[in-house]
């Protein structure tokens, strides 16, 4: 008697095999979508907390301009530093032409 092959057993109905084949793509986009997801909003939240340090940055900086750029630092460094006094009725000529 003649033993029957593997393959005569096992019928394989195409529409179904392309099914599976589609389903087993689509996880593996889904899959993929969802990591490149996450690995995104990870770098989000890295340039979030970048931007939120630069903004500290900037107003420590402006902060700092205004003291430095004050009028009554600069009166105090220009009499200091530079010997600089303000100028009296008789000091103060006027030239007419």
Known sequence: MKMPALFEYARID???LFMVLAVL?????????????RGQF?????????????N???GRLLLEQSTWAGPGRVEQQARVRLKMIVPTAEMTVVIRP
């Open 42 to 54: 990870v770098e989000v939240q890295h340039l979030e907390q970048q931007r939120d340090k630069l």
């Open 25 to 37: 793509a689509s996880a593996i986009a889904v899959i993929y979508t969802k990591h490149s997801g």
């Open 56 to 58: 500290e940055e900037w």
């Open 14 to 16: 195409m529409p179904v």
